[in-house]
């Protein structure tokens, strides 16, 4: 069975500085894409970040960026200069290549301080 | 036009009632879905559209009655809902019949069953 993991209901970051959020995920393929979707009260779901798994190189856009550890099976986001638009619910995601299902992980919701 | 777009934002219906959502893209984008997302959850998958063609049904129950009329559109028709069906309903597009590229999602629909 494939699992996504969020260990962190809730963080908090004040504005311009850095903030980490964690997701360790299981799967037996080798062959995947992992996500992190950002969800602010306006409620759609706006795709932040994306990694091939074949892919060593860590992704980034802009000030979003990961830690992709593919041996430990973690994928963490690291958002540098933080700002107010950022606060928002964001989401971990796990979906084989061929395949349609997204697995997604329970959310971490993030605060940023003025 | 990179937007997916969800009518209507907001709906409330009875228990005896017949209704509608719609999601329209102009992506070009050949496969979309349907998710439910209840409040502080994820998203859950419900139906999976390929070339106008449903793919995957996950088990939904009868009450809830997709249709695709052409490759920009959507349906979700609701019929003799329950109240434990109230949740946010999210279409989403996709360049490819596959999840790899990631999604486009709409805002969602805020459905309340009464």
């Known amino acids: 069975a494939q699992t996504v993991t969020q260990s962190q209901p809730e963080m908090s970051v004040q504005e311009a500085e850095t903030v980490t959020l964690s997701c360790t995920y299981d799967?037996?393929?080798?062959?995947?894409?992992l996500f992190w979707y950002k969800q602010p009260p306006s409620r759609q779901m706006i795709l932040v970040i994306r990694q091939e798994a074949y892919k060593q190189q860590n992704a980034t856009e802009n000030r979003f960026s990961v830690n992709f550890q593919k041996a430990a099976k973690s994928f963490s986001l690291k958002i540098s200069d933080s700002q107010l638009g950022d606060a928002a619910m964001y989401f971990c995601a796990l979906c084989t290549s061929g395949t349609y299902k997204y697995i997604f992980g329970t959310g971490t919701r993030l605060k940023v301080l003025a | 036009d990179t937007e997916v777009t969800q009518t209507p934002k907001h709906l409330v219906m009875g228990m005896t009632n017949k209704k509608s959502l719609k999601c329209e893209q102009h992506m070009g984008h050949r496969a979309m879905y349907w998710y439910k997302q209840k409040a502080k959850k994820p998203p859950e998958l419900m139906f999976v559209?390929?070339?106008?063609?449903?793919?995957i049904n996950e088990s939904v129950p009868s009450r809830f009655s997709p249709e695709c009329p052409n490759s920009s559109l959507l349906n979700l028709h609701l019929h003799a809902l329950q109240p434990e069906d109230s949740a946010l309903y999210l279409c989403?597009?996709?360049?490819?019949?596959?999840?790899?590229?990631?999604?486009?999602f709409g805002s969602g629909t805020r459905l309340t069953v009464v």
């Open positions: 989403a597009s996709s360049q490819v019949y596959t999840g790899g590229a990631g999604y486009t």
């Open positions: 559209y390929s070339y106008e063609k449903l793919s």
């Open positions: 799967t037996s393929e080798s062959d995947y894409y």
